[in-house]
């Protein structure tokens, strides 16, 4: 059988039949979702200020056991806002997966700072700490506290993994490196919801965390994001920066800073917090589908089902799929058969050097992105396959 058919034949084996197309990740709105926002509605309590939206920040911070919560209006707000408060700043590169979503160099070029490719590792597609660690010792110097791109002259501020698919990085190692080099780390937890490293939820080893609850992320708030932090001063200059920076008073409008307004709706918070009281059941489901999707993708010759690390436990937000070196050239034929056949398959992004935005920045050897987006499809994810 041609690896399209084997391929379509495992997923269907895993997911069973189905009437409809396939979509990728779409969310599922079962539990308190229509009487929390009609509440919104009812109440007149739809903006930005509203019990929700705390109640929100506070299920956050407890579920992923970081101290504090800001909810913000988007997963890409969150990352940027995230990055100022580590002090990045117009000149600085920051350390980027050249895997990943292009929101996380986007956040970055937004500070008037310039990504940095760094490569990811097999295992976990996320960055690889001992490449990068050899890679930084072989191209930065340091000056006093901070660490200089020998060959543009730029301080290099920041790194910030991104935990793909829901896989988490291997984050002791990264937070070595981020010691050694004297880095900021930033965490772009936006997939990672429900994943844990070593026990504790990802988004805790950074100074600041970004998650996303956009539409097709494990939960979603409609659109929005947060900000997590064990920092309660970087908690509360965060609330402020994304509160158009005002400063509190009963009438008066003082702005301390150009603020940004990134508040998250009241109606989006309630949306979340129905969601959130579903989040168990829903990594249940995802990690009972994985393990069919790895036992039917598993048998076939020359494909992988993407595990998680050892050291950590993934919310399996989407499944994916390797295909072998020597099967790659078919990746193609298999997304035409996928989605032509009503079930949807994307491959992994294009690598960030390759957008044209970010063709001339800075980059370590970054060949097992190059591989990944190769080899890689995602495949059907939803909580209720
Ligand atoms: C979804 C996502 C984001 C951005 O989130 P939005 O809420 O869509 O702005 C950032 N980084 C990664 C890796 C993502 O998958």
């Known amino acids: 059988m041609m690896i399209a058919s084997e391929i379509e ?6 997911i069973g039949p189905q009437e409809d197309f396939v979509a990728l990740h779409e969310p599922t709105f079962q539990g308190n979702e229509w009487e929390y926002v009609k509440e919104c509605i009812d109440t007149g309590w739809v903006s930005p200020v509203g019990s929700y939206v705390d109640q929100f920040e506070e299920k956050i911070a407890e579920y992923t056991g970081a101290e504090r919560a800001v909810a913000v209006n988007n997963g890409t707000a969150a990352l940027k806002v995230g990055l100022r408060l580590v002090g990045v700043e117009e000149g600085d590169e920051v350390l980027v997966p050249a895997l990943t979503f292009v929101a996380t160099a986007n956040a970055v070029s937004y500070l008037g700072a310039t990504p940095h490719f760094v490569d990811s590792e097999r295992r976990t597609l996320g960055v690889d700490p001992d490449r990068l660690d050899t890679y930084l010792d072989r191209t930065t110097e340091m000056r006093g506290e901070a660490c200089y791109n020998r060959e543009t002259g730029r301080r290099i501020r920041a790194v910030v993994p991104m935990h793909t698919f829901g896989h988490p990085v291997d984050l002791d190692r990264l937070a070595d490196v981020c010691d050694r080099y004297k880095l900021e780390m930033v965490e772009d937890a ?8 070593k026990g504790n939820h990802t988004g805790n080893w950074g100074r600041c965390a970004a998650l996303s609850f956009n539409g ?8 929005g994001g947060a900000i997590i932090t064990n920092d309660p001063a970087l908690a509360d200059r965060a609330r402020h920066l994304t ?3 005002k400063k509190d008073h009963p009438w008066e409008y003082n702005h301390d800073t150009v603020g940004y307004n990134y508040r998250l709706p009241n109606i989006n918070a309630a949306l979340g917090c129905a969601q959130l009281e579903q989040l168990p059941l829903y990594l249940e ?3 009972r589908l994985a393990e069919r999707y790895s036992e039917e ?3 076939i010759d020359g ?8 050291f950590g436990r993934s919310n399996y937000w989407l499944n994916a799929i390797m295909l072998s070196a020597e099967k790659a050239h078919r990746r193609d034929d298999v997304l035409a058969q996928l989605n032509d056949h009503d079930l949807m398959s994307r491959p992994a992004w294009k690598p960030m050097h390759w957008l044209p935005m970010y063709e001339d920045c800075p980059r370590m050897d970054v060949s097992v ?5 190769e080899r890689l499809l995602n495949i059907p994810s939803s909580v209720f396959l």
């Open 216 to 223: 097709n992320k494990t939960i979603t708030t409609g659109g």
């Open 190 to 197: 936006a997939e990672s919801l429900g994943s844990t490293y």
């Open 9 to 14: 034949t495992a997923i269907r084996a895993a």
């Open 297 to 299: 993708v598993d048998r």
């Open 243 to 245: 509160k158009v920076a």
């Open 369 to 373: 992105a190059e591989a990944v987006y």
């Open 303 to 310: 494909v992988t089902f993407v595990d998680e690390p050892e």
């Open 285 to 287: 489901n995802k990690r």
